[in-house]
């Protein structure tokens, strides 16, 4: 839509551009015409659409006017923009209407009919409204017009329009029609009847806005209702006035559902339809004045004053455009005898033919009657328009649900003719069918020759009874992430679960719409109750009268009908019970045996969504909590707390776990599958447990059917932890145990809840009970308002300020790592030392309204994502950006902006290098300000970095201000390095333990989160959660990830419990398998990180040196067919961790001391508080170990910084090691001083001396690693600068020996082998498929329940691979059956993937890692399955391609020896590097630079197929993409730069 009109007012506006934008537009169909003129007449438009994530025929053309931000015609928002609530068809959509309605926002609605019936009983309400529906007839070609016919009592005006030009007609004229009238409005067309009209011209604006009115809009507009329930009849009245000056006020309405079924009752009557329409448009009484004295009541609506409104509009359309409407439109020459009247959607072909009608044909100089205004009927102006030669009328009517005898419009058109003065004798109603052009003549010919006839037949069938089969269904479309919470009752329940009104369930007779309907399924478990209830009356019969053949099954039932209402205990009793009666097989048992399922006692479940939320009193849930019974109601809320607000208008949503709070007599929870499967578990038991009704609140948010569970996890998050959507359970019956009744699962809660709570002081007992949560708690949720903490701020050190004399200078910054930040304190710190008044503080904590009051403005920012601003700084952008009143005439600014060349190597793209400063220093010029200086920008490529544009920068700011050559400025101390923080720890202690108990902050200082890493953990924050919590004014969801040590991934099945303890009660329920082979768990909480501390260590497991600058856990193949060599293997990666330990006692003192601060030594021996190895500054970066046992390369032994490959001496047994130093993953984008490296060989040391050699490698890096530059300063570099030889040298001198020859060894693979195997000793090992180490439970994959069943009876052990996967070791055959059997419940057993997927691995990446800048864990599968397609058409579904990805260039995945590798470079964008080696010996190379995943798709599809059709026998697919010459090989790490696929930059 490009007609642009400015704000609406009631003044006749001449044409302006905007409104000759709309000359040159064509519109095509029936819908845009609709949606155009709903557009600009509506305050709100609810639009209909089959599902959240499929358009209707309106939706795509409204939502496209919004998204252009086109100003309506009337809208009162700013802009004049309407608002638009997509609305799914079977959610109750009319629902919708009731608030803004009534609040004065006009509103309108663009539906299909498929919503009419099931919502009648809003219409009888809404009647009196001035909404209006546009209703598109459903289904599509084969209208069928019942809808219509149905509600037309409903006291709605009802018009018709039948081509495409009229639908544009008739939608002014109801937007008008409703304003004037004050009523209702349903605009009904068929739009395939206008499928061959030409193209019209939009609507003239000038034109509608007079018809509309404008002073009547304002006037609604200025008004409102003051009711806000709607569980009865809305009483509101409409008075009949030409011009009226206010808006009635709401009386109480008397309509009856009598009165209803009388006006229907009389259609037969003399007065007919008219009289019915009549009642039900003016149906409650006028209301009585509360002076002494009797005003007259002004006079009700009725039908002559609709047909009075809406011919005035006509008239005025036919001024303006030529065209004119009548409410009946009579086609045919004036002395015609015979007529049709046509209600279907074939009037057009009908008038055609009757035009090219032959003299001979029967139906010659016959005439044709449609309905304009359909309701109010109104038989005089019918009669009115028939000429008085009409003898014969047939009536078509295209009504394929038919529940009378007689057609409605027969039985209007019977009582209007008979009762007028025509010359009408004949009347035959038809059947209208489906009529397709080419039979239109033979079915006139029908008609004519049965409504001539003598004894015409009444209801014959004209046409086909079916139309064409290509019609689009709308149906329920279950979205395919809602079974996760029936799955759960499923499992939880298994036979015993009743769904009473599930999707797809088969209910004789009965639509799916009314099947999945609360009143259905209540009823239903109702009868299926008392159905129960009879058979356990029919066993106490059976067991009394003894009819049986044998004797036991009399005992049997006596017992168990002693204890039928037990579950648990008729359960224990029922397959006794059943097996007693099929052995006696008698005709007694065989009658009880086909009931044979209600021996337990089911557990009933009416399932329902968020559309009950908005009419408690009639959705069935009032009634299901009244009633007391024992049923359970599992009500899904799908709204995405994105969209909460828009969702949400004027809290239209009512809380039916608050509702049903009050009660008082129902168990009731708020779960959350996505954010603890754990309570969703708990809930459902509890809520079958629960002797009463039970509502069990479930959120699974989704803003289409078909979205990711990525998104709903994201979207799940943010409601719980922000307390939109809290995590509670509600149990009446503890009160009675002495037990709370309310229990808190998340932190947060929402106003309403709380207010609920403080009632009976539960919030008060809970924040006792749980301090934990006491802090977040007592905050009331949305309170957090922004511009006031702003404000504050701002004033607060203004108030500092004053006194000080020189010029102020304000500072401001954004951020996205810290850079930023500093630059522009360090800023401060200089301009206050130059005497200047200088105050620094983010972007977002700015008050823009002050921005041209300041005299000396300086902004700082970074880039973030595509060009964007960092999230600190949005807001203020936001803000500035579409500001149209700033005048900085007076301001003097500069801003300096941090990017990456590099990140932009495509041409198209540089447009994004340093966008942020270079667009605000853009903008600030255009509102007037002055610069002090020109932009500067600071370059990641630069030799210093940023640090060389800004060295040219700041002497300018100085310059300008007049302070450049300030004597006696301070010495500035220099930033703090990691190397100092080491160094002042005291040995890694810090100040971590006053962190620990600060209980005002989630977070540790930065300090200490460099050193907590060498302790094994890092403190994260949620990112998925990290904007909303900002706006919220909260601080970021801090958490800690904790990474355990464990040389070479072996760990006990006691071992493996106690992890999983750990992660249910102190994480967030899941675990990770890392690429290093270890544990790591996410989402502890600084008050868990002690308990979970200790807990590791009671588990006879340690974290310290798990991350951090020291040698981390050490690797060893996992190797499960040789046992006995993989022990003394996995012996020496003991024996090495243990040697290079660190000795400090800090991670004794902090983490392992009780309440009293008592030592509690489990693991280890510290006994020292100096590090003999180390030293107080530990190494420079981090070390990493490995250990491969050929032919298997699993541990990738070429990518740490000391490889050790295992060598078998002639006697089978262990001899000793290659040594490989100096591989390394780290990089960083684009910087060609950074790079991945292989390994190279030292040679051969023997067993006894592998982990001195590996200590003297550590103490040469120690010694000679950069500890200036980080980037620079791993092994791999090290050894670079130093070269090979000289390297060996200094170790062997340290060590005093020498390295021996490389004995010979030979790699065949990477990955892991699925599935069974035997080793040496028969004993059974199986190699689970653990997709990307993520150990969970979600509805579908009962993952880490079913590993700990396996853990509780394993007597072996487990061990981690380095490819995230997990090996159940050391099985006997005697326990196989058993753990068979174990892995195939739980679905564990199943390693039937495609060969990519088993060879693939991801980082974490988002949401925890504070480094990701893409997707990883959470998206490579989604990829996978993108691709796998591709695979099975090219025969390489079982193939290994070893495919990685992680979020950033650090490598955790070891993405650098993939054959094929996707590196997040941006959200959504991904670096592609190929011609990796399948066994890991060689770094792959860039291909393409930030591309995103339709490129991604668009280069593996035919890469793959390629590679099917041309690869050589044996050929892995990285050494196919050298050979076919797609990607040039990386010798090693210093040419991993060079030939790259894309040049990542060029300067310009």
């Not at 905007?18 to 305050?43: F, G, H, K, W």
């Not at 009534?102 to 019936?117: A, D, H, K, M, Y």
């Amino acid at each position: 839509m490009s007609f642009l009109f400015g704000k609406a007012d009631s003044s006749a506006a001449p044409k302006s551009e905007s409104d000759m934008a709309t000359q040159n537009i064509q519109i095509r169909t029936p819908e845009e015409a609709v949606a155009r003129i709903a557009y600009l007449a509506s305050d709100v438009i609810v639009s209909v659409q089959p599902s959240q994530g499929q358009d209707s025929t309106f939706s795509s053309h409204l939502k496209r006017y919004a998204a252009r931000k086109d100003p309506g015609l009337v809208a009162t928002t700013e802009g004049s923009v309407p608002e638009i609530q997509s609305v799914r068809h079977n959610v109750d959509p009319l629902l919708s209407v009731f608030a803004p309605i009534r609040s004065g926002r006009l509103t309108s609605v663009t539906t299909t009919s498929v919503i009419l019936l099931p919502s009648i009983a809003h219409l009888y309400k809404l009647a009196n409204y001035p909404v209006v529906l546009h209703v598109s007839l459903y289904p599509a070609h084969f209208p069928d017009y019942s809808a219509i016919t149905a509600i037309r009592n409903s006291g709605w005006t009802f018009i018709q329009s039948e081509s495409l030009q009229e639908a544009q007609d008739m939608a002014i004229t109801a937007h008008a029609l409703a304003i004037r009238s004050g009523k209702g409005v349903i605009h009904f067309f068929d739009p395939s009847s206008c499928s061959r009209d030409k193209p019209i011209a939009a609507e003239d604006s000038a034109s509608f806005r007079e018809v509309l009115n404008l002073d009547d809009v304002r006037r609604y507009q200025a008004s409102s209702v003051s009711e806000s329930g709607i569980y009865a009849d809305d009483g509101r009245v409409v008075v009949a006035s030409d011009q009226p000056e206010r808006r009635p006020s709401a009386a109480t309405n008397t309509l009856a559902d009598s009165t209803i079924l009388g006006a229907s009752s009389k259609a037969a009557s003399s007065e007919g339809s008219d009289k019915s329409s009549q009642q039900s448009n003016s149906s409650a009484p006028p209301s009585v004045s509360s002076a002494t004295t009797i005003e007259a009541a002004p006079p009700l609506v009725t039908s002559e004053d609709i047909y009075k409104y809406v011919t005035s509009i006509w008239a005025q359309l036919k001024a303006a455009t030529g065209r004119s409407y009548n409410a009946f439109e009579w086609s045919g020459p004036a002395t015609a005898e015979k007529a049709i009247f046509v209600f279907g959607s074939d009037a057009g072909l009908f008038a055609e033919a009757l035009d090219a009608a032959k003299p001979d044909d029967i139906y010659a100089k016959a005439g044709l009657i449609t309905a304009r205004l359909y309701r109010p009927w109104l038989g005089s102006k019918l009669l009115e328009v028939i000429p008085k030669s009409i003898k014969r009328i047939a009536v078509l009517e295209q009504i394929s649900r038919k529940t009378t005898k007689w057609g409605p419009l027969l039985i209007d058109i019977l009582t209007s003719v008979k009762s007028g003065f025509g010359g009408v004798e004949t009347v035959v109603g038809h059947q209208l069918g489906f009529i397709a052009p080419d039979t239109v003549q033979q079915a006139l010919r029908g008609i004519f020759q049965n409504l001539t006839s003598e004894k015409p037949l009444q209801n014959l069938q004209v046409g086909k009874t079916s139309g064409p089969d290509d019609v689009k269904s709308y149906g329920l479309e279950k979205p395919k992430v809602e079974t996760a919470y029936t799955k759960i009752l499923d499992q939880l329940f298994g036979k015993r679960v009743y769904i009473a009104n599930a999707l797809q369930s088969s209910n004789a007779g009965v639509s799916s719409t009314i099947a999945a309907s609360p009143e259905f399924g209540f009823g239903s478990l109702l009868a299926r109750k008392e159905h129960r209830q009879r058979f356990i009356k029919q066993v106490k019969e059976a067991a009394s009268t003894g009819s049986f053949i044998t004797e036991s099954p009399v005992n049997w039932l006596a017992q168990w009908a002693a204890i039928a209402e037990d579950a648990k205990k008729a359960g224990e009793l029922a397959d006794d019970v059943i097996a007693r009666l099929e052995t006696d097989g008698s005709s007694i048992a065989r009658d009880l045996l086909s009931s044979k399922g209600l021996f337990r006692k089911e557990s009933l479940w009416l399932v329902g969504s968020d559309a009950w939320s908005y009419d408690l009193g009639n959705s069935g849930v009032h009634h299901v909590l009244a009633s007391g019974e024992n049923v359970n109601m599992l009500i899904i809320d799908s709204t995405p707390y994105s969209e909460r607000a828009a969702a949400d208008a004027a809290r239209r949503k009512k809380d039916i776990g608050l509702y049903a709070m009050n009660f008082g007599n129902a168990y009731v929870a708020s779960t959350a599958v996505y954010s603890s499967y754990t309570q969703v578990l708990q809930a459902m038991l509890e809520a079958d447990q629960f002797n009463g009704p039970s509502i069990v609140l479930a959120y699974l948010p989704y803003f289409g059917e078909h979205d990711s569970p990525l998104t709903i996890l994201q979207e799940t998050k943010k409601a719980v932890d922000l307390g939109y959507w809290p995590l509670y359970r509600w149990n009446p019956e503890n009160e009675a145990k002495g037990e709370p009744s309310f229990s808190l699962d998340s932190e947060r809660v929402k106003n309403e809840l709380k207010e609920f709570l403080d009632r009976d002081n539960k919030l008060t007992q809970l924040m006792r009970r749980e301090p934990v949560f006491a802090a977040n708690v007592s905050q009331d949720f949305g309170t957090e308002v922004r511009a006031q903490q702003k404000r504050k701020a701002r004033d607060a050190y203004n108030q500092l300020l004053e006194g000080l004399f020189g010029a102020p200078l304000t500072i401001l910054f954004a951020s996205d790592n810290g850079n930023a930040q500093s630059l522009a304190k360090r800023l401060g710190t200089r301009g206050r030392a130059r005497g200047l008044k200088t105050i620094v503080m983010a972007m977002e904590d700015y008050p823009v309204e002050d921005l041209p009051k300041e005299e000396n403005i300086v902004f700082i920012t970074s880039t973030a994502g595509q060009g964007e601003f960092p999230q600190n700084g949005k807001p203020f952008w936001d803000a500035v950006k579409d500001n149209t009143d700033l005048d900085l005439a007076s301001t003097n600014y500069s801003v300096f902006g941090l990017g990456d060349k590099h990140y932009w190597p495509r041409k198209e793209d540089r447009v994004y290098y340093n966008k942020p400063a270079k667009d605000l220093d853009r903008l600030l010029g255009n509102f007037g300000g002055k610069r002090l200086s020109e932009v500067g920008l600071g370059d990641d490529q630069d030799p210093d970095g940023y640090q060389t544009g800004y060295a040219l920068w700041e002497p300018n700011i100085w310059q300008a201000l007049g302070v450049a050559n300030v004597e006696g400025l301070p010495e500035e101390p220099a930033p703090l390095t990691n190397e100092d923080i080491k160094l002042a720890s005291n040995y890694l202690r810090g100040t971590i333990v006053e962190g620990l108990n600060d209980t005002s902050t989630g977070a540790i200082s930065a300090s200490d989160q460099q050193l907590t890493k060498f302790h094994g953990t890092y403190m994260q924050d949620d990112r998925d959660i990290r904007d909303e919590r900002k706006a919220q004014g909260l601080e970021p969801a801090y958490s800690f990830m904790i990474r355990c040590r464990l040389p070479g991934g072996v760990a006990s099945p006691k071992q493996w419990i106690q992890m999983d303890d750990i992660s249910t009660s102190l994480g967030n329920e899941t675990m990770k398998l890392t690429t290093r082979q270890t544990f790591q768990f996410h989402g502890v909480v600084k008050g868990k990180l002690k308990p979970a501390m200790k807990a590791i260590n009671r588990a006879l497991m340690t974290t310290i040196a798990a991350c951090g600058d020291v040698n981390r856990n050490v690797m060893c193949s996992s190797l499960p067919t040789q046992s006995q060599y993989h022990k003394q293997v996995w012996a020496c990666s003991k024996k090495i961790s243990d040697h290079l330990l660190p000795s400090t006692t800090a991670y004794h003192e902090i983490w392992l001391t009780d309440d009293d601060n008592k030592k509690t030594q489990v693991a280890g021996n510290a006994v020292q508080d100096f590090e003999p190895l180390y030293g107080p500054t530990y190494l420079p970066r981090k070390f990493k170990i490995t250990i491969a046992i050929p032919p298997h390369n699993d541990t990738d032994v070429y990518a740490h910084d000391i490889g050790l490959i295992a060598i078998k001496g002639d006697d089978g047994q262990l001899a000793g090691f290659n040594l490989l130093a100096g591989g390394g993953m780290g990089a960083t984008h684009n910087n060609k001083k950074t790079y991945p490296q292989t390994g190279r060989m030292m040679g051969f040391v023997s067993t006894d001396e592998v982990h001195i050699a590996c200590e003297k490698v550590m103490l040469v890096q120690r010694d000679h690693g950069d500890r200036k530059n980080r980037k620079h300063a791993r092994l791999k570099y090290t050894i670079d600068d130093l070269g090979v030889d000289v390297f060996r040298s200094k170790v062997e001198a340290l060590w005093g020996k020498s390295f021996e020859a490389e004995r010979p060894f030979h790699f065949k693979s990477n990955v892991d082998t699925f599935g069974w195997q035997k080793d040496e000793n028969g004993l059974n090992h199986f190699t689970f498929f653990i997709e990307n180490g993520r150990i969970e439970n979600t509805a579908d994959f009962q993952m880490k329940t079913g590993l700990r069943e396996i853990a509780k009876v394993h007597k072996g052990e487990f061990r981690l691979t380095g490819n995230q996967h997990l090996i159940l070791s050391n099985v006997a055959d005697e326990d196989l059956a058993q753990m068979k059997e174990l892995l195939k419940k739980y679905k564990l057993d199943n390693v039937q993937f495609s060969g990519l997927r088993l060879s693939s691995s991801a980082c974490v990446a988002f949401p925890t890692c504070g480094l990701a800048m893409a997707e990883s864990e959470r998206y490579l599968p989604e990829l996978i399955t993108k691709l796998e397609g591709c695979l099975e058409e090219n025969g390489l579904g079982k193939e290994s391609i070893v495919m990685r990805m992680t979020g950033c260039p650090n490598g955790c995945a070891r993405p650098w020896l993939a054959e094929v590798a996707f590196v997040g470079k941006a959200f959504g964008a991904y670096n592609m590097y190929l011609g990796g080696g399948y066994h890991g010996q060689r770094l792959n190379k860039l291909y393409r630079a930030s591309i995103k995943e339709d490129e991604i798709l668009a280069i593996m599809k035919p890469l793959l197929k390629r590679y099917a059709l041309e690869r050589e026998e044996g050929e892995h697919f990285g050494d196919f993409c050298i050979r076919a010459g797609v990607i040039v090989a990386t010798r090693g790490g210093q040419d991993f730069h060079e030939n790259t696929g894309e040049e990542e930059f060029e300067d310009e």
